[in-house]
């Protein structure tokens, strides 16, 4: 009888030191890069670079639409990488630096929420993007944006869906970030619906924006005069 509680006490503190082991493995990953990230940061490499340029720097949501054709500004350029993650952005942030552009606007983060990467590690790399730059391009004007609602009634995205106390949580700590050469643009609630979803007639998949989603990014660029 002894010997048997003994063997099921060791199983126990077994079993208990897996479970502890496991609950402190982080299931994240941030050496993750989309299929087309090495081809796209290599594309942009080669472009040709002005200090007059206005940067979008961020992921699908982003690359989604012609940036120069959609403001009518020629020196818009897209740095947008369907599937980034806030260490993939860090990691090609010298390419936009080199370029000393006029302005970089920056939304990125919803894929790190949907990889689970803890929200104190995105915010670290908030503030690292916001940094590097700073230091890297003084004169370039940082916008940064909060983080885009999303709609899981379209079922399609389903690692996005269900963590809106994540997008909170990172969209009030966003707020904290502006300072000198630093602008906080709040697009969350310019997608918003009456239910706290993004906007389903502005999306294809509860992610995604559609032409007339742009068209609503765009309109509250030109009207807040962060273009000019």
Request: glycine fraction near 6%; charged fraction near 25%; hydrophobic fraction near 40%.
């Amino acid at each position: 009888m002894k010997l048997f509680k003994n063997f099921f006490t060791v199983v126990l503190l077994f079993s208990i030191c897996i479970n502890y082991a496991t609950a402190q493995t982080a299931k994240w990953d941030s050496t993750y890069r989309p299929g087309k990230y090495l081809e796209l940061v290599q594309k942009f490499k080669a472009e040709p670079k002005s200090k007059k340029d206005v940067v979008f720097l961020g992921n699908s949501i982003t690359a989604g639409t012609d940036w120069a054709k959609l403001l009518n500004l020629p020196q818009a350029k897209n740095r947008g990488i369907s599937g980034d993650i806030t260490y993939g952005v860090l990691e090609r942030l010298q390419e936009v630096i080199d370029g000393k552009p006029k302005k970089v606007f920056v939304l990125i983060g919803i894929n790190d929420i949907s990889r689970n990467i803890p929200d104190s590690l995105i915010l670290n790399n908030y503030k690292a993007i916001i940094n590097r730059i700073r230091k890297g391009s003084k004169k370039t004007q940082i916008y940064f944006n909060t983080l885009l609602p999303v709609n899981s009634s379209f079922q399609k995205f389903k690692n996005h869906y269900g963590k809106d106390d994540h997008i909170l949580y990172l969209n009030s700590e966003i707020k904290k970030l502006g300072a000198k050469n630093v602008t906080i643009i709040d697009l969350y609630p310019v997608f918003l619906d009456s239910e706290n979803h993004l906007r389903a007639e502005l999306t294809k998949d509860g992610l995604h924006l559609i032409p007339e989603g742009y068209k609503v990014w765009a309109d509250f660029l030109n009207q807040t005069g962060y273009l000019k």
